[in-house]
């Protein structure tokens, strides 16, 4: 005991950490050029990335556009996007008008592709790194089944990675009244699922 209490009353004690467990998180900023069509525009955007569980895969956490500049239709510059936009609409050209609208899903992408293309994404993450969004729906799809069938005794069955594979049973409860619930699928169900999207590569 007396060495406890000298050991609070010791002011010099020496402060020590450990079992660190950290992540990196990236932080991107400047300027690309998206098209679209005969639509030109140069976006300025922010962009936070972190690397996701799903080895080998990094997403964006954060992100926004600042600015947008150089804006021009088939080589000829417009000063206002969305006047021209209302100036076609108000003349019967509400298709056209809509078609010259780059969304936030299309922004999203363009920004990913763009990241995973430059030096600084490979020199911050490595060369094998892939942008979640920039990569297909069927490697977004390999890559959760694989994370599912590693981590599959510790996942709830509730967790998004099983819910295109759910399976949905009828429990009957001690009142007898039967309900419909989801229960986590065959570990079987994933594996052949992968494997037949492995096949497609």
Same mark, same amino acid.
């Given at each position: 005991m007396k060495n406890l209490f000298e050991q609070f009353a010791n002011g010099n004690a020496e402060v020590t950490s450990k079992n660190a467990n950290l992540d990196i998180s990236v932080e991107f900023n400047g300027s690309i050029e998206i098209t679209k069509g005969g639509l030109s525009q140069t976006i300025h955007f922010? =962009?936070?990335t972190y690397e996701m569980l799903y080895k080998g895969y990094v997403t964006l956490d954060d992100w926004?556009?600042? *600015?947008y500049t150089n804006t021009s239709f088939n080589g000829m510059p417009v000063d206002n996007l969305s006047k021209l936009k209302q100036t076609l609409a108000d003349s %019967?050209? *509400?298709?056209?008008?809509? +078609? /010259?609208?780059i969304d936030s899903k299309e922004l999203e992408e363009q920004i990913s592709i763009q990241i995973? +293309? !430059?030096?600084?994404?490979?020199? !911050?993450? %490595?060369?094998?790194? +892939?942008?979640?969004? =920039?990569? +297909? =729906?069927?490697?977004?799809? @390999?890559?959760? /089944?694989?994370?599912? @069938?590693?981590?599959?005794?510790? /996942? !709830? *069955?509730n967790s998004h990675v099983f819910k295109k594979y759910i399976v949905e049973v009828e429990k009957v409860e001690e009142v007898e009244d039967k309900v419909e619930t989801s229960i986590k699928p065959p570990i079987e169900v994933l594996e052949n699922a992968l494997a037949e999207l492995t096949k497609k590569k």
């Open positions: 922010y =962009a936070k926004d556009v600042s *600015e %019967g050209l *509400e298709t056209f008008a809509k +078609s /010259l609208e995973q +293309s !430059s030096k600084l994404f490979k020199d !911050s993450y %490595g060369k094998n790194m +892939s942008m979640w969004i =920039a990569v +297909s =729906a069927d490697e977004r799809e @390999i890559a959760t /089944l694989k994370y599912a @069938i590693e981590k599959y005794d510790t /996942l !709830s *069955e």
